[in-house]
């Protein structure tokens, strides 16, 4: 079944185009004008705002929630402050990217990071004996970039 984000009757008055493309089960809009240049110079110029909401959403939360991180990624987490958010990638055991998103420092041992792609199961299987948790929030939490 074909989902909408929070934001989707807000975006589907501005989509004069009336694309919609499938996105994570989501309706996301391919472009709201015939030409991209309006856009183009307003990103440029100005600012942009981007409905993310169909990125995969999890929440890292426990004592061991920053040990857990620090350990699967690029960037160190405990620059991160709380309130904070960084780009970082996530790292196999070899060193090879997995994936890339954003980690927000929410408050003391509870972060929320994003991915493109489904990674709960490969986050689960590296939890080890750490004391934190993960938990899946994609459908709880709309968000704009």
Not at 33 to 51: I, P, T
Not at 113 to 128: C, H, I, V, Y
């Amino acid at each position: 079944m074909i989902r909408t984000t929070p934001f989707h009757e807000r975006t589907s008055a501005l989509n004069e185009t009336h694309l919609w493309s499938h996105w994570s089960g989501h309706l996301a809009a391919n472009r709201y004008q015939m030409s991209d240049k309006l856009e183009y110079f307003a990103v440029r110029n100005a600012a942009g705002l981007f409905d993310s909401s169909p990125l995969h959403k999890y929440r890292i939360s426990g004592r061991g929630a920053e040990a857990f991180l620090a350990g699967i990624l690029a960037r160190d987490i405990r620059a991160c402050r709380e309130g904070h958010a960084q780009y970082t990638c996530w790292l196999d055991d070899r060193g090879f990217v997995v994936e890339d998103g954003i980690v927000l420092h929410q408050a003391p041992d509870e972060y929320l990071l994003t991915s493109a792609e489904p990674n709960f199961a490969w986050f689960a299987d590296r939890l080890g004996r750490l004391d934190a948790r993960i938990a899946e929030v994609s459908d709880d939490l709309g968000t704009l970039a």
